[in-house]
């Protein structure tokens, strides 16, 4: 068990070194590649927690696909891809408090609410098959309406990228 709280520990710290880097580089390309970092960590806590389905899921749909997406809009786009200036709200500040705020709200809502209970200790484990079943039983359709959605937007992108 302790190996398993260290292992947490430093994904973590990964996780949160990457979301500030998301936010604070001013290279958007390098802000993605940072994402991606972030969306990984989320992969292997995942793994740590032993959902390695969920896991593979995080990283097919996030860090493949969406990530992927993202980088296409980039590089689509006809937007300048090295560094940047003046793309800061002048009252980025304000973010700073406010965020705190949200993070306060947030762990006083979760403590007020779980608190005090526990997992199970004899849980059984739940089948890939069972969590599968849960996620694309009702929401097959949603989710070929998105994959839709998702290629419309890259069809898109394209037919605005090209040139003449």
Do not use: C
């Not at 001013?26 to 806590?45: I, R």
């Not at 306060?104 to 739940?126: H, M, N, Q, W, Y």
């Amino acid at each position: 068990m302790v190996a398993q709280n260290i292992g947490f520990g430093i994904i973590a710290l990964m996780m949160v070194v990457g979301a500030l880097r998301v936010v604070t580089t001013t290279n958007v390309v390098h802000a993605a590649l940072w994402l991606v970092v972030v969306l990984s960590g989320g992969a292997a806590q995942y793994v740590l927690l032993g959902a390695e389905f969920i896991a593979i899921t995080q990283v097919l749909v996030y860090v493949g696909a969406v990530m992927v997406l993202f980088l296409f809009g980039i590089m689509l786009t006809r937007t300048r891809i090295g560094r940047e200036g003046g793309l800061n709200n002048p009252h980025w500040k304000w973010g700073i408090p406010v965020a705190l705020l949200t993070l306060a709200a947030t762990v006083l809502t979760l403590v007020s609410s779980f608190g005090g209970e526990k997992l199970p200790e004899d849980a059984a484990p739940i089948s890939t098959q069972a969590v599968s079943d849960q996620i694309f039983g009702p929401y097959l359709l949603p989710f070929w309406a998105l994959s839709f959605v998702l290629l419309a937007a890259v069809i898109g992108a394209i037919v605005l990228a090209r040139k003449d």
